[in-house]
């Protein structure tokens, strides 16, 4: 199987696809970024990819969600979670009191927030950690770091000055794996919805919520995100705890359609842990 996921070497994305795909005929692919993984899965280059959703810390991470209802064509099979654990990474010399700057994925700075803040550096945006990682080494500075793995550590040739900077202890982030619609699916535990309302009313998204709460259908996740189309209007993704098979999840979609609004299915998932 072709597996792709966000690269270069050293992402927390990279770990998280090695640790659950496990097989030993797996080909693998890294892409610089989320748009260019989904994308590729898109083009039929692989024929799985893995990518962020959620983090305890910093919450959903929008990109994966955008581009997810952009891509019709394509359906979330399972989800992963793991152990997030940052790390400040810095050429050999480099003293932690001279660092001004410090480089990683936005969602990785977002984690370490405050403990930024305490050191007083500024911060640069890269498409991944590991990314960051290479020019953090590449660039040869003592006035930078980057943050990311310790994997990407020791590909670069950078030391890791602080392990563990996140500013909760226990971090963790949700990744999901996403294949081309139109296979059976199996999974039973959670759906992923898109969900666009036709028209604006009082209540109306209260109306739908109760039919998931009427057919004892939990919600673990509700993300509100921009339409695109006009300002002040807003699409949802919701998660619900039950596969897309079971009786009552396509009672509750077939209800929320006829009030009118387009329910997509965005996938249907087990969640894994990996450590
Ligand atoms: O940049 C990486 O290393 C990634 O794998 C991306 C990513 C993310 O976008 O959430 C994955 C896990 C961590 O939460 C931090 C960054």
Same mark, same amino acid.
């Given at each position: 199987?072709?597996?792709?996921?966000?690269?270069?070497?050293?992402?927390?994305?990279?770990?998280?696809?090695?640790?659950?795909?496990?097989?030993?005929?797996?080909?693998?692919?890294?892409?610089?970024?989320?748009?260019?993984?989904?994308?590729?899965?898109?083009?039929?280059?692989?024929?799985? &990819?893995?990518?962020?959703?959620?983090?305890?810390?910093?919450?959903?991470?929008?990109?994966?969600?955008?581009?997810?209802?952009?891509?019709?064509?394509?359906?979330?099979?399972?989800?992963?979670?793991?152990?997030?654990?940052?790390?400040?990474?810095?050429?050999?010399?480099?003293?932690?009191?001279?660092?001004?700057?410090?480089?990683?994925?936005?969602?990785?700075?977002?984690?370490?927030?405050? #403990?930024?803040?305490?050191?007083?550096?500024?911060?640069?945006?890269?498409?991944?950690?590991?990314?960051?990682?290479?020019?953090?080494?590449?660039?040869?500075?003592?006035?930078?770091?980057?943050?990311?793995?310790?994997?990407?550590?020791?590909?670069?040739?950078?030391?890791?000055?602080?392990?563990?900077?996140?500013?909760?202890?226990?971090?963790?982030?949700?990744?999901? &794996?996403?294949?081309?619609?139109?296979?059976?699916?199996?999974?039973?535990?959670?759906?992923?919805?898109?969900? /666009?309302?036709?028209?604006? /009313?009082?209540?109306?998204?209260?109306?739908?919520?109760?039919?998931?709460?009427?057919?004892?259908?939990?919600?673990?996740?509700? /993300?509100?995100?921009?339409?695109?189309?006009?300002?002040?209007? #807003?699409?949802?993704?919701?998660?619900?705890?039950?596969?897309?098979?079971?009786?009552?999840?396509?009672?509750?979609?077939?209800?929320?359609?006829? #009030?009118?609004? /387009?329910?997509?299915?965005?996938?249907?998932?087990?969640?894994?842990? &990996?450590?």
């Amino acid at each position: 199987m072709r597996v792709g996921c966000l690269g270069p070497k050293g992402t927390f994305t990279e770990e998280a696809t090695r640790r659950y795909f496990v097989e030993e005929d797996v080909e693998w692919s890294l892409f610089p970024s989320i748009l260019d993984t989904l994308s590729a899965l898109a083009e039929k280059e692989v024929d799985r &990819v893995v990518v962020p959703i959620e983090n305890s810390i910093e919450g959903s991470v929008t990109m994966t969600l955008d581009s997810l209802a952009l891509h019709e064509d394509l359906f979330v099979e399972a989800e992963i979670i793991m152990p997030i654990r940052q790390n400040l990474l810095a050429v050999t010399g480099t003293k932690r009191e001279e660092i001004r700057e410090i480089w990683s994925h936005p969602q990785a700075l977002a984690q370490c927030r405050h #403990y930024i803040h305490h050191m007083g550096a500024a911060v640069k945006n890269f498409e991944s950690t590991a990314a960051a990682a290479a020019k953090v080494a590449e660039s040869g500075r003592t006035d930078i770091a980057a943050i990311g793995t310790e994997l990407a550590a020791q590909n670069n040739g950078l030391v890791v000055l602080h392990a563990g900077i996140q500013d909760v202890p226990d971090n963790f982030t949700r990744f999901i &794996v996403v294949r081309r619609a139109g296979k059976t699916f199996t999974s039973t535990e959670r759906t992923i919805l898109q969900l /666009q309302f036709e028209f604006d /009313q009082p209540g109306v998204l209260a109306s739908v919520l109760n039919v998931f709460a009427g057919l004892q259908l939990n919600l673990s996740h509700i /993300q509100s995100r921009p339409t695109r189309k006009k300002l002040g209007t #807003y699409q949802f993704f919701l998660e619900v705890e039950a596969g897309w098979q079971d009786e009552r999840m396509q009672k509750a979609i077939s209800i929320v359609k006829t #009030y009118g609004h /387009q329910v997509r299915v965005l996938g249907t998932m087990n969640r894994h842990y &990996v450590m």
